[in-house]
């Protein structure tokens, strides 16, 4: 049974700085291109980052968000700076192996 479990979201200042974490089991997880999407309210969700063969950055967040991987933890991260009110979005992790798998999503809210 493949389970993603995403955490490190919550509430933080415009300007400020989070870190995501994705937990993966149940896959051969070096050998899965792992990514971040988000849903942000009333709008699709939109990839943001994704890391495989390539690493590969959503325009809106070059040179703010950065995507990593540690193969032996079986997790991705996201770490996030100078974090502006349009990033707020339910952040979910992605694996794409054999198929598709997603996490259940963390929020991410950027407010004064």
């Known amino acids: 049974q493949v389970q993603l479990v995403e955490s490190g979201g919550g509430l933080v200042q415009p300007g400020g700085s989070l870190r995501l974490s994705c937990a993966a089991s149940?896959?051969?997880?070096?050998?899965?291109?792992m990514s971040w999407y988000r849903r942000a309210p009333g709008k699709e969700r939109e990839l943001v980052a994704s890391?495989?063969?390539?690493?590969n950055y959503a325009d809106s967040v070059k040179g703010r968000f950065t995507i990593s991987r540690d193969n032996a933890k079986n997790t991705v991260y996201l770490q996030m700076n100078s974090l502006k009110p349009e990033d707020t979005a339910v952040y979910y992790c992605?694996?794409?192996?054999?198929?598709?798998?997603w996490g259940q999503g963390t929020q991410v809210t950027v407010s004064s």
């Open positions: 149940g896959i051969t997880f070096s050998r899965a291109t």
């Open positions: 992605n694996a794409f192996y054999d198929m598709v798998y």
């Open positions: 890391a495989g063969v390539r690493t």
